[in-house]
Each structure stands twice: as structure tokens, then as C-alpha cells.
């Protein structure tokens, strides 16, 4: 059976666990990884635009080139592919890490809401994308059904 969880002063409280996690930490952790995952996004697709200069515009070469050079094993491609597209790699490998530890604490957070078991039974849902869910749209309580969150 479930139980009553209140949504209240920013904060999810599940009465079944008496834990407490602010939606303001959802909603900070979900917009530094959705910057992140627009910043490694816009890199990866400056990096084989670039590369593609190498392959007279060829779309999968160009994407084979950057993914030579993301995994630095640059004796397959051209020293001027490298010489140019390096600093995106390096840029891309260096917050990509990152990201993904954002992710698995968005992950972790969306587990810790109050009805994630309920939630996450639904196919397609995950603890990411439950918090995603409570980031954009914030106190549920807000809503009068369903249909206005929507």
C-alpha cells in the first residue's frame, strides 16, 4: 500500500522512508548535465565537421577520423586532422567523465523520490528520467491533475 507523500517547500518527503531531497538539488543537478550534454554534443559534432574537410565532405569518414583521434590513436589519421581537431577532443574528453558521474547522481536522486518504485515499474522510465520529470516541472503538488503538468 502506498502512503501519503507530501510536496512541500521545495522539498520531496516520502513518508515511507522519511527521507527528504530537495527538488532544488534535482533541478541543479539536471541543468549542469543537460549544459554538459549539450556542450559535448556541439564538440563532438564540431569535431567530424572538421574531420570531414579530410574526406571531401564524407559524413562517415569524418565521424571514423574524430573517433580515431577521441581514442588517441592518431597513427591512422592525418597529422592535420589531428593538429586541428585535438582541442575538441581533448575538451570532449575531459568534461565526458564528468557527465557521466552527473548522470548516475540524477540517476541516484530520481531513485530517491517519493513513488520511484511505482514510477520506474512504468517501461521506458529510469531514475534519470523520473528527476528530469521533477527538474522541469518541480512541486507536483502544483498541478491539479495530470493533464496540467502535461
Excluded at 22 to 51: H, S, V
Aim: charged share 25%; hydrophobic share 35%; net charge neutral.
Amino acid at each position: 500500500m502506498l502512503t501519503i507523500t507530501r510536496l512541500n517547500q521545495g522539498c520531496a518527503v516520502n513518508q515511507r522512508e522519511n527521507d527528504m531531497l530537495p527538488i532544488d538539488d534535482i533541478k541543479f543537478t539536471y541543468a549542469k548535465y543537460y549544459a554538459w550534454t549539450n556542450t559535448t554534443t556541439r564538440l563532438m559534432l564540431q569535431g567530424k565537421a572538421l574531420c570531414r574537410r579530410f574526406h571531401e565532405g564524407d559524413k562517415v569518414e569524418g565521424a571514423k577520423t574524430f573517433k580515431h583521434i577521441l581514442k588517441g590513436s592518431y597513427n591512422e589519421v592525418q597529422h592535420d586532422a589531428v593538429t586541428l581537431t585535438l582541442p575538441i577532443a581533448v575538451a570532449y574528453n575531459t568534461i565526458q567523465p564528468e557527465r557521466e558521474q552527473v548522470r548516475k547522481t540524477l540517476e541516484k536522486q530520481g531513485e530517491a523520490l517519493p513513488y520511484a518504485d511505482e514510477v520506474l515499474a512504468t517501461r521506458g522510465l529510469a531514475g534519470a528520467s523520473y528527476a528530469t520529470i521533477i527538474a522541469e516541472a518541480g512541486d507536483l503538488m502544483n498541478y491539479d491533475n495530470p493533464a496540467k503538468l502535461w
